[in-house]
């Protein structure tokens, strides 16, 4: 049958999309205040548009292997419709949850329900920690560089992000563990940030890790093959991580270690030259710092983006959280616009170099 929207537009039609909306974000920042009735009216309706707008547009795409890892997770699903039995060697839960869906979904189905569950923790979490001004934190996030990837192509690794982003939404209930440990079932490579977020518990200091994340890039410069082999051998993640890692191809990658960047700087701007204090936010900051850390001494890994997204999806949390939840500068409004404006400009401008 042939869909309205050919596959390989879609890309296309989102970061176009976003363009748009966000170059009427900016303007409107110059006109009215961040409280102003108006504004809270404007960024609220646009907001709940554009969360509606990419389920619908995102969770009923066409099955097509334009989106990469989809195929396979679509002939996964249509094994199991066919009594295929379940394969629990690696993922459990996930795998658990494709054949239990199975049995009553259609594959598009299933495929709106990763969406779902991708995308609605993005929605409370921004909700959760910005209140009013949540329009802001949520189109951060959705105009990401990785945020289409993982929510079309790496299903599985999106959807166990988002279940650690909706267990930072219940730090102060012991079901934070239980999605922390949900996360790690759905896609095994989510040790890394549970991990790095238990022990920012324990020690939250961000200037040594903030040293240590500096430190690592000259040391990954000079013996980042080491580290690769050396992650290799302890076998971390699942057996696909594992592979990309025997790999290298030999580049260090100047051009991730300067998007991931962003964050830091951000960081360390916010703590140490602005005096913002924040618990969360600082354990924020170090979570991503610990593992960003991890990808920037496997840096020449095949694949090394896939690591570095167990940091990435963090990163509109950790560059704009501050900006909505204290007045910093004394025309916030316009510094906030700048800021949303450039960030997304890194993910459009890719769309020109990346994906073509």
């Known amino acids: 049958m042939q869909e309205f929207i050919p596959a390989y537009l879609y890309y296309d039609i989102y970061v176009n999309s976003l363009l748009v909306l966000l170059l009427f974000v900016y303007f409107h920042c110059f006109v009215l205040n961040l409280d102003d009735r108006r504004n809270l009216l404007f960024i609220n309706i646009s907001g709940y548009i554009l969360l509606l707008a990419l389920t619908l547009f995102m969770g009923l795409r066409p099955v097509s292997l334009v989106f990469v890892d989809m195929g396979q997770y679509a002939v996964d699903f249509l094994n199991y419709q066919y009594g295929e039995p379940i394969d629990t060697r690696k993922d459990v839960v996930f795998e658990y ?90 896609h095994s490579s989510l040790i890394l940030p549970t991990l790095a977020w238990i022990m920012v518990k324990f020690y939250n200091n961000p200037k040594i890790y903030l040293l240590a994340w500096l430190g690592a890039i000259p040391t990954s410069f000079v013996l980042g093959g080491f580290f690769t082999s050396m992650f290799a051998a302890l076998g971390f993640g699942d057996d696909r991580l594992a592979s990309y890692l025997a790999g290298s191809s030999g580049s260090f990658r100047f ?65 704009f959280y501050p900006l909505l939840k204290e007045k910093l500068f004394d025309k916030q409004r316009l510094v906030l616009s700048k800021v949303l404006m450039l960030y997304f400009l890194f993910t459009y401008l890719m769309y020109f170099v990346y994906y073509d």
């Open 97 to 186: 949850f494709i054949y239990y869906c199975s049995k009553f979904l259609s594959v598009k189905g299933f495929f709106f329900l990763c969406l779902l569950l991708y995308i609605i923790p993005k929605f409370w979490i921004s909700k959760y920690y910005f209140g009013p001004y949540w329009f802001y934190a949520f189109i951060a996030i959705v105009g990401s560089f990785s945020f289409w990837t993982y929510g079309v192509n790496g299903i599985r690794n999106g959807i166990a992000t988002s279940m650690f982003l909706t267990a930072l939404c219940l730090d102060k209930s012991k079901a934070q563990y239980v999605f922390l440990a949900l996360s790690y079932l759905f």
């Open 255 to 319: 051009d991730f270690l300067f998007y991931s960047s962003f964050p830091v700087f951000a960081g360390w701007y916010f703590i140490f030259k602005k005096n913002f204090r924040d618990k969360v936010y600082t354990m924020l900051f170090n979570t991503y710092l610990i593992c960003n850390l991890f990808w920037v001494l496997i840096i020449r890994a095949n694949f090394s983006n896939r690591f570095a997204y167990l940091s990435w999806f963090l990163m509109a949390l950790v560059i």
